[in-house]
């Protein structure tokens, strides 16, 4: 599993939170919510953004990040299921 590092802080992700399942036509396929740089910089898009809740203080020059409590109710309720 995926885990990004940012600041020696670690935030994994699971095959869950990042493979994208769609159906067409009855067959169902499965993606990668990746996206591939050939660049310095990555971008952490609606993937990375669901399930981490992203603060961005520009006047320290800081991000911070916390799990979403949307996505922790979301686990809850597919357990509870």
Same mark, same amino acid.
């Given at each position: 599993?995926?885990?990004?590092?940012?600041?020696?802080?670690?935030?994994? &992700?699971?095959?869950?939170?990042?493979?994208?399942? =769609?159906? @067409?036509?009855?067959?169902?396929?499965?993606?990668? /919510? +990746?996206?591939?740089?050939?660049?310095?910089?990555?971008? &952490?898009?609606?993937?990375?953004?669901?399930?981490? =809740?992203? @603060?961005?203080?520009?006047?320290?020059?800081?991000? /911070? +990040?916390?799990?979403?409590?949307?996505?922790?109710?979301? &686990?809850?309720?597919?357990?509870?299921?």
């Amino acid at each position: 599993m995926p885990v990004i590092t940012i600041g020696g802080k670690r935030l994994p &992700l699971t095959g869950d939170q990042y493979i994208l399942r =769609y159906s @067409e036509e009855g067959q169902t396929s499965c993606v990668s /919510g +990746f996206m591939v740089s050939n660049g310095p910089i990555s971008i &952490l898009g609606n993937i990375f953004l669901g399930v981490y =809740y992203t @603060e961005f203080d520009y006047r320290n020059r800081r991000i /911070g +990040f916390a799990e979403t409590v949307e996505y922790q109710l979301f &686990l809850y309720l597919i357990e509870s299921y």
